[in-house]
């Protein structure tokens, strides 16, 4: 098996999304698949022209390995893959260790063996235990994606180790470049950022729904209802993002005096929304906090 750009432990929702928009970028041939049940790495990989293999192949053969499994199955599988990935950079150079990866002057089919990044995407696992677990200072990406990333309109949180260059940095984000917006945050925020980006894809379902369940109420067919929301939706957070306003301006130019719209605010006011949305988002950390 020659050298792949990107492989993938672990073929569930979110592992597969990043792969199927890595492959408009690059050649699925030189993307490598396994995950514990075989067949769904076989399957996936099948569908989009991929390779499949298993975990020793993919820490073997790719320069960057996604990590997508569970963070309570983090240890148990990287612990059998340590010898690998040390013996990548031993075998390419001598003077690199587990410790110093980076060290020694290699040559270039060399370094196309030795540099390998480990790309995580466990939650509540930061890059040192990630390192820890993998055996070594390897050079480790943080990344917290959201499920929109399938379709390309996802938020993907991303901190990295000393150890990744800039030049890798460059390579992740062109994999990257199709699932979305992308953005590096200090590794201390991510948690918190992400019981925002990573899981609010939830309450916004459960937001168009609601407002659908009212438009329906008023009579508008479900289906109507649901475009409508979702479009609302769309074009209510394009509108904050284009103009650079505040919401709180936005919301204002809405409700005119004495109108409808500032009868539904105080409505949703009354029902205790923000408040709603906030604990659902400190919920969702604390309970990050404690993986």
Do not use: W
């Amino acid at each position: 098996m020659s050298i792949c750009e990107l492989g993938l432990i672990g073929c569930g929702n979110m592992g597969s999304a990043i792969v199927r928009a890595a492959v408009k970028k690059i050649a699925p041939s030189k993307v490598l698949l396994a995950n514990r049940t075989a067949a769904k790495a076989e399957v996936l990989a099948a569908e989009l022209g991929c390779q499949s293999g298993n975990n020793e192949d993919v820490v073997t053969f790719c320069n960057y390995i996604f990590l997508g499994v569970k963070p309570g199955m983090m240890e148990d599988m990287l612990k059998p893959l340590q010898g690998i990935l040390r013996e990548r950079y031993a075998n390419a150079c001598p003077s690199c260790t587990s410790e110093n990866p980076a060290a020694g002057k290699l040559t270039q089919p060399e370094k196309q063996m030795a540099s390998f990044v480990l790309v995580t995407m466990a939650a509540g696992l930061s890059i040192a235990e990630i390192q820890r677990m993998a055996g070594g200072a390897y050079p480790v990406i943080r990344i917290m994606p959201n499920t929109p990333v399938s379709i390309g309109k996802g938020m993907t949180l991303a901190c990295a180790s000393p150890e990744v260059t800039e030049e890798q940095l460059r390579e992740f984000e062109a994999f990257m470049a199709e699932t979305g917006r992308l953005d590096y945050i200090p590794e201390h925020l991510i948690d918190a950022a992400s019981a925002l980006s990573g899981c609010g894809p939830a309450y916004v379902y459960l937001f168009i729904e609601a407002l659908s369940d009212g438009a329906v109420e008023c009579g508008l067919p479900r289906q109507k209802a649901i475009e409508y929301a979702c479009q609302t939706l769309i074009g209510a957070a394009s509108l904050v993002l284009e103009s650079g306003s505040h919401p709180g301006t936005l919301k204002d130019a809405v409700c005119s005096p004495g109108g409808t719209t500032i009868a539904g605010v105080h409505a949703l006011e009354r029902g205790g929304l923000r408040c709603a949305a906030m604990d659902a988002v400190k919920a969702a950390y604390d309970k990050t906090c404690e993986l």
